[in-house]
Structures are given as C-alpha cells and as structure tokens.
C-alpha cells in the first residue's frame, strides 16, 4: 500500500505543476533571471551559454524583448503562459490549466 501512495504521488505531481507553482511564484527565479541577470549569468552567455526559460508569462518577456534586447541570443522561451490585458494567466474553460503558446515542437 506504501508503495502504491508513493507511485501516485510521483506520478500526479508534475501533472499540477504547472497549475499550483507558477500561481504561488516558484518560478520567480526565471523571471529574475531574464531581467536581472547577475554577472555570472553574463558571463555565462557571453561564453555561449543558451538559458531556457519554461512556463514565463508572455508579458514578462514582451518586457524582457524591450529591455533586454542584446541578450535574445542566449535565451530560449518554451512553454509560455498566455496573459490577459492585466497581466493574470488566461485559463482553459474546460481544465482551469493555464493556456499556453503553441511553440510547434511537437
């Protein structure tokens, strides 16, 4: 019975992830990351380095495509939350899920 608890919590977790954490601001990190890049990090792209970035709002990197333009190169977006006209995460009527930009990579 342990067994059979823990197998279901491994397996529904990431199927709420998206939903729960990116509400509660788990995923502050990237947004600070993409507008406030510490001297590591552009080190790190000047070196080459690529950083992708999964499930930012739209409007944060319509921001980030404003302000951080020389830094395009180094940044890949999957996984985009589809925002509203005030910022807030545009729901699916039939599952509540946020709704996300196709990026054709299927």
Request: contains cysteine.
């Amino acid at each position: 019975m342990r067994n059979l608890i823990i197998c279901l919590a491994v397996t529904l977790v990431p199927l709420t992830g998206n939903m729960a954490f990116a509400d509660a601001g788990f995923d502050d990190w990237q947004r600070e990351k993409l507008l406030q890049p510490t001297d590591r990090d552009l080190a790190r792209e000047d070196a080459g380095r690529v950083h992708i970035f999964d499930g930012l709002k739209d409007s944060d990197i319509e921001l980030a495509m404003q302000t951080q333009f020389d830094r395009l190169a180094s940044m890949m977006f999957v996984r985009t939350v589809v925002t509203d006209e005030t910022g807030a995460p545009m729901r699916d009527g039939a599952t509540g899920e946020s709704v996300d930009e196709d990026d054709d990579c299927d």
